[in-house]
């Protein structure tokens, strides 16, 4: 089944900023919910042919996946494509000035396959509504006074 969601937020902070902290794997399990663990694979700077890994729950269960950037530009947008995982995706970021705020976007486009295609029904509302509460997170962290730090790792 073919799933496509897009959802947008405004935040009250600069663009770049909100740009440089949800492009950075290092950040994502701050507020991208059910990741476990997020790390980059090249030694590179971050850019196109960047590859993430992304440990996550999702659905009840573990999923593994990795992402490689394909479109990159530094403070406007983000776009990733999933080289390994449960189910071919495309995952883009987009990041526009909105008077003294950021609209941000998240556009997740994918083929889901194997267990996911079989929860495929339910697979679309689950997405959107992770999607609603990851930009929420995003907002609440990056409009708060309290400094942001990433999160460590858990163990096992």
């Known amino acids: ?3 496509e969601v897009i959802e947008e937020t405004l935040i009250a902070r600069d663009r770049r900023a909100v740009a440089r902290f949800a492009a950075d794997p ?4 701050c507020w991208i919910g059910g990741i476990r663990e997020a790390q980059t694979l090249n030694d590179q700077p971050f850019g196109v042919g960047t590859r993430v890994r992304r440990r996550a729950r999702f659905l009840g269960k573990s999923i593994d996946y990795i992402l490689e950037v ?3 530009e530094a403070g406007s947008s983000l776009a990733m494509t ?3 995982g449960p189910f071919p995706m ?3 970021y987009r990041f526009d000035d909105d008077r003294q705020a950021t609209r941000m976007q998240i556009e997740i486009r994918g083929n889901a396959r194997g267990f996911f295609g079989i929860a495929s029904p339910l697979l679309a509302r689950h997405v959107r509504r992770n999607v609603k509460a990851d930009l929420q997170r995003l907002k609440q962290a990056l409009e708060s006074d309290v400094p942001l730090v990433t999160v460590p790792a858990k163990e096992g």
């Open 26 to 29: 290092a950040n994502d399990r």
């Open 1 to 3: 089944m073919s799933i």
């Open 70 to 72: 394909r479109e990159y």
């Open 82 to 84: 999933s080289v390994s």
């Open 90 to 92: 495309q995952v883009k």
